[in-house]
């Protein structure tokens, strides 16, 4: 199975980009402090460690591909990260998971191109498909992953009493 250079920093440049300076690469050690303050500043730092550290160690055995979306400055010198998301493979399934764009960069398509970037490093392992899940609520975000070729497969109950809705995309 083909394997995306975990040493790869850049990813995916987009021919249009949402943004003049956006660009993607695959998370590193360095991004602790950048990743929580810009993606998940309501969960508390010493969480938010862990679950990086975890999430890393995956990425480094080739279970997983963590992307953070970029905004440079214009000078270039200094890079601002404005989203993430996963492509987490297992045995015989791929999901795509915690994608976030930062509060201030929403509706540019940074998701959409996210959710490009984690599809395409898929093709490139030469996965069938991919799931996403979404809580039955978020009617936004189903529209997006619907209109981007998911399709709904299943309905989840999670623990908290509350519905996701779990959505396929063939590749």
């Known amino acids: 199975m083909p394997m995306v250079e975990q040493s790869q920093t850049e ?7 949402t943004l003049a300076t956006l660009r993607f690469r695959l998370a590193q050690r360095r991004d ?21 550290q975890r999430l890393l160690r995956r990425q480094e055995k080739g279970h997983s591909y963590w992307v953070v ?18 492509l987490v493979v297992y045995p015989h ?8 764009v930062t509060t201030g960069y929403r509706n540019q398509g940074i998701g959409t191109a996210l959710i490009a970037v984690l599809l395409a490093i898929a093709r490139d392992i030469d996965l069938v498909g991919v799931e996403i899940g979404v809580e039955s ?10 209109r981007l ?23």
């Not at 989840?156 to 996701?164: K, Y």
């Open 93 to 100: 399934s791929a999901e795509l998971t915690n994608l976030v």
């Open 11 to 17: 990813l995916f440049v987009p021919s249009q980009p």
């Open 69 to 86: 979306a970029i905004s440079e400055a214009l000078d270039q010198s200094v890079e601002q990260i404005v989203g993430s998301g996963q």
């Open 149 to 171: 070729g998911f399709e709904p497969e299943r309905r989840l109950q999670l623990p908290d009493e509350r519905t996701a809705i779990i959505l396929y995309k063939a590749l």
């Open 137 to 146: 609520d978020n009617q936004r975000a189903l529209a997006l992953y619907q």
């Open 32 to 52: 602790l402090q950048p990743l929580h303050s810009a993606c998940y500043p309501q969960q508390p730092f010493y969480e938010f460690r862990a679950l990086f």
